[in-house]
């Protein structure tokens, strides 16, 4: 459960345009529609939080949102064997770490595995499947939403 005492924000960090990394603004995409999910949600399909403009949201939120707890969601490569797998972790989130070193984004960090680290990232990015893709992003929202109680809103929307 998130520490709901303070506000909540979620940066969902990707791209649309590359289909693994995808994951993030699906899930500020679905985050952001349902109408009782009580936190401001960064990061959608038509307005990304991308390796381009990722500073210019990063000081906006923590600018607009200070003392906030902020939530950051991304895409990541992985062992094979992991596809598939979320992760929540305590340090926050390295957005844009295929495009080059990035530092660590927020309190809390959740990421999803689209695709095997073994070979070109940008390549395993863009050849994942877009249709797994967005499954795992109705999980890590449905994640989310269960941890800040949205779900009790759930069975009144369908």
């Known amino acids: 459960m998130f520490p709901l005492e303070r506000q909540l924000v979620v940066v969902c960090f990707g791209t649309p345009a590359i289909a693994g990394d995808s994951l ?13 999910f009580p936190a401001f949600v960064y990061g959608t399909l038509d307005r990304p939080v991308t390796g381009r403009n990722m500073n210019e949201w990063i ?18 490569l992985g062992e094979a064997s992991n596809l ?12 844009a770490a295929v495009g080059g070193k990035k530092s660590r ?4 960090g ?8 073994s070979g070109d990232a940008l390549t395993e990015l863009m050849q994942a499947n877009a249709v797994y ?6 999980k890590v929202a449905d994640l989310i939403k269960s941890a800040v109680g949205g ?8």
Not at 84 to 95: L, N, T, Y
Not at 151 to 158: Q, R, Y
């Open 24 to 36: 993030g603004p699906e899930v500020g995409t679905i985050l952001r529609e349902d109408k009782n």
């Open 59 to 76: 000081s906006f939120v923590r600018e607009t949102h200070k003392g906030a707890v902020l939530l950051a969601v991304d895409a990541c």
């Open 84 to 95: 598939g797998r979320i992760s929540v972790r305590s340090d926050g989130v390295c957005p």
């Open 105 to 108: 984004f927020g309190d809390v």
């Open 110 to 117: 959740i990421i999803a595995v689209v695709g095997d680290k």
């Open 133 to 138: 893709v967005s499954e795992l992003a109705h």
């Open 151 to 158: 779900l009790k809103f759930a069975s009144a929307v369908f």
